[in-house]
């Protein structure tokens, strides 16, 4: 019994030391990665205590640790509010009207951009469509404001040939397909890079042996460029599956008005709006807060786990 439990202490202590071998060797490693993990922790991991005021009723005198139990009332509240049940229904909506409309475009591109032989006329198209990344939301949405509002380009140019005005920003059911276009053509050349990136670590070979054996453009895009990037697509899937309920709060917040409030006032606009007029109630609002983080972690377990279904290698 004794050689036994020797034997696994010495297992468990060559373990550490090779572990320990592995990160001293690759040290440097470590050290650039310290940043990033030093953000983390201060920024992500660290304010997380913050969701305890879910359960609680802020007191600013005692602090959120002193701040009395209240247990899931701040829940019961928050659903039953009718405004905030209408953000976070606008939030999934939004969220997966983004993932059907959006996510498939860049890869779209990234393939297309990969057939042109050129390098040079390669890198202009990247950079015409990686340039609107960018421009601020805040920036953005004043030029969507001059174009499209009541008094704006679109509408004088339409008086001009004799129709009515169109108000797209307050018209409820134009404004999401307004959200999804503008976050298409601003963010279509930035999300391409990265698949632009795997097709690029191809072997130059397979393509010259699909030339040898006849097939044309669209073959080499289904039998050699999709199976090359196809993991890549999984991965990113998962995490744009995982951020699906942050929406773009900074598109929505620079483009909707209160006539559109019913389609696209989002959580985080929500929350915002009620902050600055309820600001004293925090734990309502990290209720809500906390109800959107927990559904984006089923989101991204649900997402890994259909992505192993079809046979790729998920984040765990």
Not at 217 to 233: A, C, D, R, Y
Request: glycine share 8%.
């Amino acid at each position: 019994m004794e050689t036994t439990t020797n034997l696994v202490e010495h297992r468990q202590v060559r373990k550490r030391s090779n572990l320990w071998d592995r990160i001293t060797y690759h040290k440097y490693f470590y050290l650039m990665l310290l940043p990033i993990i030093t953000w983390y922790v201060i920024f992500c991991y660290i304010p997380m205590y913050g969701l305890s005021l879910a359960f609680k009723t802020y007191d600013f005198s005692k602090g959120i640790t002193g701040s009395p139990w209240i247990g899931i009332q701040n829940f019961r509240d928050i659903l039953n509010d009718s405004q905030y049940v209408n953000s976070l229904m606008n939030t999934i909506i939004i969220s997966f009207g983004k993932l059907i409309f959006h996510f498939p475009v860049p890869i779209l591109l990234a393939l297309l951009i990969n057939q042109i032989a050129r390098q040079k006329l390669k890198k202009i198209y990247q950079t015409i469509f990686t340039f609107p990344h960018f421009i601020s939301w805040v920036v953005l949405g004043g030029i969507i404001t001059n174009i499209l509002g009541s008094q704006g380009v679109f509408n004088q140019i339409m008086g001009l040939f004799g129709f009515e005005s169109m108000s797209i920003l307050t018209d409820p059911a134009l404004f999401r397909p307004l959200i999804y276009i503008t976050h298409i053509w601003k963010e279509i050349g930035w999300d391409s890079i990265i698949y632009l990136a795997a097709l690029a670590g191809i072997n130059p070979e397979l393509y010259e042996a699909a030339d040898m054996d006849g097939a044309n453009g669209l073959q080499k895009v289904l039998h050699v460029s999709w199976p090359g990037i196809k993991s890549t697509v999984a991965i990113l899937f998962i995490l744009t599956v995982g951020l699906m309920m942050n929406v773009s709060f900074d598109q929505i917040y620079n483009l909707y008005s209160a006539p559109v409030y019913i389609v696209g006032d989002t959580v985080d606009t929500y929350i915002l709006r009620t902050t600055m007029s309820v600001g004293s109630n925090f734990g309502l609002l990290a209720a809500a807060g906390f109800i959107k983080s927990v559904a984006s972690m089923f989101l991204l377990l649900f997402a890994n786990y259909v992505v192993k279904k079809f046979g790729e290698q998920g984040l765990f």
